[in-house]
């Protein structure tokens, strides 16, 4: 048996097995030799076997796994496989086979639509196929709604889809070609269409492929406007939503990218077909109301979709080219027909037409010509008065369908984060529009509006509450909490103003109906807190209204700590509005903060104390300074008895709890603590900030507990608690600046000691942010830095043997290599010529492909900013001559290695992700840095770069083509300076080769 044979044996077992559902060992065996099959060349002789046999020698099945297989050949295969003679040849197999496989539409139903898929894949990819649209529409495009016609529809509607498909790397000659073959065809195609239509009768399969079809060329090629107004299969769409058939999804889709198309009014060709167009979407109003009224919901959601977009576009035409007063009655016909989505009932209906009203709403917003412009004047400024009661109708449907539904379960115990997407986004979206509106109408107007809404709605739950009435279910809260919503997204357009104030009376309102509402549900006090914290400037102006909101807040906390990220966020905007005003509130605050057991997380406490930092942080220093050492003694205590027990020898594994915290509030204190005085004295110190900068009252704090800090890092170096201490020493080195000079030395040999017990990477992390922050304000001790670099780096190198080692510990590469980096930017000369760096520079070559993001990007840009102080600048030359001999041989010995493992990652190996960046990390900045270093070399070798790019493409990446290999090399190569043209090209590169690895069998 010849090899073809027995591949041939074997797929048909392979295809046995792939759809035997009992056996799914045998199932998943098949599929992983199925997809090697795929790559082979011999595949192609094998499925054109298949293919060719009668069939009643082949199942149905098999001919369409081979027709799937002939398919991803084409689409992944076809360039690099089939050389240009053969090409032809394998064209008129595969055209000879749709024709073979045409009849027994039901049972060949799955065959053809793979064959078409691959006729249609070979057509976009082919150049040397001239005219793919005529020469298919010669051979299957007669006789009406024939089979053959039926696969050229299907054909006609996946060419545009790949044609501007990113899986199909073809060429912007060739995507041009077929655009122009496109357009001249565009009118017989049209044709063509219409009269498979009038030849389908009521074969509603036969008329979904030709709306779906029309729909794509109305996307991607546009009728001649003049030929498609007239054209009977645009009346068909209309007539097929009127008669609410079952395609009626597919027509509206039809509708809604005719309008898109032809959008642009000025323009005559698409005048007419919206002169066409708008009169029938208008004369769709009747089967909406009666729609409405017959509660069929999909009917009205397709004919809201189409009534948005036609407005969205018409909007545009009547506000930016007629003049204010000529075309108000057209205007007002186009916004009722924007309006009548968001008056419909039913949010379902009513959320497909908010992102149109945004866009509306842009519109309205946007400049008017420049033959009418007045200074700052929008829009919407010209015609106010004319186009305000719209958007206080919009304004009134947005309250209305911000309710949640009310078949929420457990309506009681939902919060905004247990909501469904669906209902999360366009609640998202009412609230922008709230917002844009407020903006341009007023906060005033639009708190009018809502007041006497949320006065009732608030009279009704207090109501039910009274008579004693079940309030838990969502339909008895669910109105005042959407409007209690719709006044947040209010909040940001509300001016600080006078007591007496519109809004300030709306506000004053709104603050106390939020406090005499029963607690209905978690949703609704969720709410609630978000209006205190949204309206925390109208409370700094009425604190006496703060205490009980407060109290409102904290009692939520303690009651439902689900909520305590939103009660502290809320808090915190208190606090910074409110300040001084808050520090009646600090003990309670307190209180709940340092209490282990209620129930709160760890994060929320610490985020409660934030709140007293902020409230204290603008007194006067002796003040801050009691509060500061009220609210920490607590932690201090804590620490110091942990560090005694340390001492002793024993274990505080029962008090890591509580040691974690005090070093969150200790950290978060000195973060916080204190905002000195702005003085004459401090203005004129302002330049020497690293010297001038006061001592905060936290210092004291962070003096007496050093000693307990010292103690705790050693005997708790191993456990998750370090990464809380390297927080804390950060902020310590930031808030203290020189201040902390006495404590460098000592925290240094702390750091080294600590990570060599434990490995641990957050010592290194700490590390690196003394050393940048101090090896630029204290240069002169540049070489003890670049020694405690070396320290580490020798222990790093213990554990990151090799590429296995540096996958198995991220963490660790990450703030190693950040830690270096950070260094390099304030001590260059120091850290490139300490001993420790070439081990350095080896490990992030060998490296470069690493998988894990962060880690991978930490070594990149450690890279980078390495070769960019190897290319010489201006003004940097002595840092340059003193570097570039260790550079330029660190990147002789490695240099090759790095670009190995950075195309190969490009060609496949890591995410797409990581790409692309216009910062540094990225893999095409990396290699974009690489070419500009070669260049930049002296006496450097114009062909070094794509050389060491051509070298690892072949030893790397077998799947990549010679061909694709060959114009990759030369486009990067011909960009010299502009980093955005160059990852563009990577991208187009990684994206042909990665079509290459992409191999699926669908079960």
Known sequence: MSTLEELGARFASACEAVLDGKNPERQREANKWMMEFQKQAEAWSVVDKVLEQPNERVSVEMQFLAAKTFHTKIRYDFMEQVPASARPELREKLLQHLERHFGDRKRKQVVTTQLSLAVAALAVQMREWESPIKDLASRFGSGGASESALCLIE?????????????????EERRSQLSMEMFDCSADVLRFLTVCAESSGADAFVQ???????????????????????????????????????????????????????????????????????????????????????????????????????????????????????????????LQLALAGPQHTSSEVAMVTWHAWLKILEEMWHPPPLSRQEHGKSIFAERRAFLTPFLEDLLRCGFRHL?????????????????????ANYRSDIESIVEKVSSQLSAASVLTLLKPQLEAAAQALVGMQQRQMPIGHASAWSQVEALLDATIPIAPTVSRANSD????????????????????????????????????????????????????????????????????????????????????????????????NSGLSDEDRVNLLVTIALAVQFRSYDECLEAVRHVTRHAVDTLQQAARTLEAGQDVGAQMPAIVFSIRTIDMFIRYGWVPPRTAQNEQQNNNSWQSTPAPPSLVVFQEVWPALCVVAEGLCTTPAVENLAALFKVALRSFKSHFKPYFAPLMNLMVSCFRKSKMSPFLYATGIAIEIFGEEEPAHAQDYAAVLGALSEIVFEVLSGPDAMEGHPDLVEDYFNAIDRGLRVMPIEVIQAPFFPAAFHCSAAGAALSHRRAGESL??????????????????????????????CFSDNGQLLVNNVVAGIAGGLSASRIGSSSGGSLSMMLFTVSRFLRNLPGADPCAFSNSVRHA??????????????????????????????RDAIYDFSQAARLRLRRTVDN
């Open 953 to 982: 493409l072949r030893a790397n990446c077998p799947h990549v083509s010679n061909d694709l290999a060959d114009d990759f090399v030369r486009k990067i190569c011909d960009i010299k300076n502009n980093p955005s043209t160059f």
């Open 403 to 423: 309710r949640v539904p009310d078949d929420l379960n457990d309506a009681q115990q939902v919060c905004l984060a247990d909501l469904d997407e669906e209902v």
């Open 501 to 596: 104030s519109t809004p300030s009376v709306a506000i004053d309102f709104i603050i106390q109906v939020c406090l005499r509402l029963p607690d209905a549900s978690m949703l609704l006090r969720e709410t609630i807190c978000c209006v205190f914290g949204e309206y925390a400037d109208f409370l700094h102006f009425n604190p006496q209204k703060l205490e009980p909101v407060i109290k409102y807040e904290l009692d939520t906390i303690v009651a439902a700590p689900k909520l305590g990220l939103v009660v502290c966020r809320a808090m915190e905007k208190l606090a910074v509005a409110c300040r001084g005003e808050l520090l009646v509130a600090v003990p309670r605050i307190f209180e709940v903060a340092i209490s282990p």
């Open 155 to 171: 054909i006609l509607q996946i060419i545009p889809e790949d044609m501007t498909s990113p899986l199909f790397a073809i060429s």
């Open 860 to 889: 990149l840009y450690f890279i980078e900013s390495v070769l960019e102080t190897g290319i010489q600048r201006d003004g940097q030359m002595a840092v340059y001559d003193q570097t570039i001999p260790v550079i330029r041989q």
């Open 208 to 334: 979904m492929k030709i709306l779906n079809c029309l729909r794509e060329w109305i996307k991607c090629v546009e009728f001649d406007g003049f030929v498609f107004a007239e054209s009977p299969l645009l009346a068909q769409v209309f007539t097929i939503v009127e008669e609410c058939s079952e395609l009626v999804d597919s027509a509206v889709d039809v509708i809604i990218e005719t309008v898109h198309t032809y959008s642009r009014l000025e323009r005559p060709e698409h005048k007419v077909v919206m002169g066409v167009v708008a009169p029938k979407v208008f004369a769709l109003m009747q089967l909406y109301a009666r729609a409405a009224s017959e509660d069929d919901d999909e009917i009205c959601t397709g004919l809201a979709k189409i009534f948005a977009h036609t407005a969205r576009s018409y909007v545009r035409q009547l506000l930016r080219h007629t003049d204010p007063g000529t075309s108000d009655d057209e205007l007002t016909r186009i």
